[in-house]
């Protein structure tokens, strides 16, 4: 939203180039840009206006009028709608939208913008042969409750209006891409690589294969909670048995969030990935940055490739608010004294990259195992730390096979006993843990 005290001619053509090259939005006349009324405007004022837009601006662009009321009297809005062409004013500068306000797009950004506006919104193609009897009713429900309480009271209309201004279906009752990722039966028999695939390495690097790689499908909310459960069950485990945070948890799941609405679901035979290894998280989706932006504005950017599923998910609750990731992931790792998540962005594909929390003991000095120092150990621990200094890790049924003549309960013993005194770290299931390196 933008705010003018008045309709100043060149403030109007700009924002209206600027909210028409980006994901649309609403100029709202008679507010200043604290928001505070500054009285009425009149109509014939704002027409005067908005009739020099077609002399100002390149080629028409599409808005609507309304009178909306504030505390201290009504305001005019124009509500301008995501254009699929490049609109530049009359001399040839062309604007987009960000957090702050216009933004001039240098010959760089308006060449990405073109480009992504020549491609246009694969989300919006219907899925040849899909039907509405491919969706999930159960997850329509949710989605419906949810968003009438995100919006605050009951929503105008029946299911099927909803559904075609949410852009799921069409008014001729084909499901789109953006429909079938969110409420699909069985995405992934229509979009194949929508899935994702996640791995883990005990080292910090690739080298000899991930120790775990696992493969889910399905809609985008139920994709987001199993890759968050496979991380979690990864991350160390205390003696209580709560699965402590090496990262984030707000920041794993707004990297997820970002990876699954941001990718470009039009290239094949990619799907999101997401790597964990012993020293970092990395989640990489398929695509390069969308439209205009760039890695020094991902802050501030307001281009969405797919506004649909951004929307959606953000009626759904899973969304705190449309280009606030990155700032959201900012601030967890800020409060967390972590640094802050590493971007890579290259043309067809952008990796997220997360530091893991520094590993502290889960016991003080003097706990069982003692302080974990060398002369504490028992020669099978000492052991044990070499073979995975060596190896990366070590496993139970590993450590019998290098002591036979001690019981599986005093070896299991010893590896607990490493983890309670911070030397190892153990991770996986609790029906096949591995211990690595703490």
Same mark, same amino acid.
């Given at each position: 939203?933008?705010?003018?005290?008045?309709?100043?001619?060149?403030?109007?053509?700009?924002?209206?180039?600027?909210?028409?090259?980006?994901?649309?939005?609403?100029?709202?006349?008679?507010?200043?840009?604290?928001? =505070?009324?500054?009285?009425?405007? +009149?109509?014939?004022?704002?027409?005067?206006?908005?009739?020099?837009?077609?002399?100002?601006?390149?080629?028409?662009?599409?808005?609507?009028?309304?009178?909306?009321?504030?505390?201290?009297?009504? =305001?005019?809005?124009?509500?301008?709608?995501?254009?699929?062409?490049?609109?530049?004013?009359?001399?040839?500068?062309?604007?987009?939208?960000?957090?702050?306000?216009?933004?001039?797009?240098?010959?760089?950004?308006?060449?990405?913008?073109?480009?992504?506006?020549?491609?246009?919104?694969?989300?919006?193609?219907?899925?040849?042969?899909?039907?509405?009897?491919?969706?999930?009713?159960?997850?329509?429900?949710?989605?419906?409750?949810?968003?009438?309480?995100?919006?605050?009271?009951?929503?105008?209309?029946?299911?099927?209006?909803?559904?075609?201004?949410?852009?799921?279906? *069409?008014?001729?009752?084909?499901?789109?891409?953006?429909?079938?990722?969110?409420?699909?039966?069985?995405?992934?028999?229509?979009?194949?690589?929508?899935?994702?695939?996640?791995?883990?390495?005990?080292?910090?690097?690739?080298?000899?294969?991930? +120790?775990?790689?696992?493969?889910?499908?399905?809609?985008?909310?139920?994709?987001?909670?199993?890759?968050?459960? +496979?991380?979690?069950?990864?991350? #160390?485990?205390?003696?209580?048995?709560?699965?402590?945070?090496?990262?984030? =948890?707000?920041?794993? %799941?707004? +990297?997820?969030?970002?990876?699954?609405?941001? #990718?470009?679901?039009?290239?094949?035979?990619?799907?999101?990935?997401?790597?964990?290894?012993?020293?970092?998280?990395?989640?990489?989706?398929?695509?390069?940055?969308?439209?205009?932006?760039?890695?020094?504005?991902?802050?501030?950017?307001?281009?969405? #490739?797919?506004?649909?599923?951004?929307?959606?998910?953000?009626?759904?609750?899973?969304?705190?608010?449309?280009?606030?990731?990155?700032?959201?992931?900012?601030?967890?790792?800020?409060?967390?004294?972590?640094?802050?998540?590493?971007?890579?962005?290259?043309?067809?594909?952008?990796?997220?990259?997360?530091?893991?929390?520094?590993? *502290?003991?889960?016991?003080?000095?003097?706990?069982?195992?003692?302080?974990?120092?060398?002369?504490?150990?028992?020669?099978?621990?000492?052991? =044990?730390?070499?073979?995975?200094?060596?190896?990366?890790?070590?496993?139970? #049924?590993?450590?019998?096979?290098?002591?036979?003549?001690?019981?599986?309960?005093?070896?299991?013993?010893?590896?607990?006993?490493?983890?309670?005194?911070?030397?190892?770290?153990?991770?996986?299931? %609790?029906?096949?843990?591995?211990?690595?390196?703490?």
């Amino acid at each position: 939203m933008a705010c003018l005290p008045k309709p100043d001619p060149i403030q109007l053509a700009e924002t209206a180039v600027a909210f028409a090259n980006t994901d649309g939005g609403a100029i709202v006349i008679g507010l200043d840009g604290d928001g =505070a009324y500054s009285g009425p405007v +009149a109509d014939d004022t704002l027409d005067r206006a908005l009739g020099e837009l077609p002399d100002r601006c390149l080629p028409l662009i599409e808005l609507r009028r309304d009178t909306v009321e504030t505390p201290d009297g009504p =305001a005019l809005v124009v509500r301008i709608a995501r254009s699929p062409r490049v609109h530049a004013m009359q001399d040839g500068r062309v604007f987009g939208r960000t957090c702050t306000g216009n933004r001039l797009l240098d010959g760089t950004e308006i060449r990405r913008l073109v480009t992504a506006r020549a491609l246009g919104d694969f989300e919006a193609e219907i899925v040849p042969g899909a039907t509405p009897a491919d969706l999930d009713p159960e997850l329509l429900a949710d989605y419906l409750l949810r968003r009438a309480q995100r919006l605050g009271g009951p929503v105008r209309g029946n299911e099927p209006d909803l559904l075609i201004r949410s852009g799921v279906i *069409t008014s001729e009752f084909g499901v789109t891409v953006a429909g079938m990722l969110l409420f699909g039966r069985e995405p992934s028999r229509w979009l194949p690589d929508g899935g994702a695939v996640f791995k883990r390495s005990l080292g910090a690097t690739s080298a000899g294969g991930p +120790a775990v790689e696992r493969h889910f499908d399905g809609p985008l909310v139920a994709l987001v909670e199993a890759l968050w459960d +496979a991380i979690r069950q990864q991350m #160390r485990e205390p003696a209580d048995g709560t699965p402590a945070e090496d990262y984030p =948890a707000g920041a794993v %799941r707004e +990297a997820l969030i970002n990876a699954v609405c941001h #990718r470009d679901y039009r290239l094949r035979g990619d799907r999101i990935e997401v790597h964990l290894y012993a020293d970092r998280l990395e989640i990489t989706s398929p695509g390069g940055l969308p439209g205009f932006l760039g890695l020094n504005h991902l802050t501030d950017g307001r281009f969405c #490739r797919n506004p649909r599923l951004v929307w959606g998910l953000y009626h759904w609750g899973y969304v705190e608010a449309s280009g606030s990731g990155v700032t959201r992931m900012n601030a967890l790792c800020d409060e967390h004294a972590l640094p802050r998540p590493r971007f890579n962005a290259g043309e067809y594909a952008v990796t997220v990259r997360l530091v893991k929390a520094r590993v *502290t003991s889960n016991e003080p000095p003097g706990a069982p195992g003692g302080n974990g120092s060398a002369r504490d150990l028992n020669p099978r621990q000492q052991r =044990a730390l070499e073979v995975v200094a060596q190896n990366g890790s070590i496993t139970l #049924r590993e450590f019998q096979t290098i002591f036979r003549d001690f019981r599986p309960a005093v070896l299991h013993q010893d590896l607990t006993r490493l983890v309670d005194c911070g030397r190892l770290r153990k991770v996986g299931s %609790r029906l096949s843990p591995y211990y690595i390196l703490a």
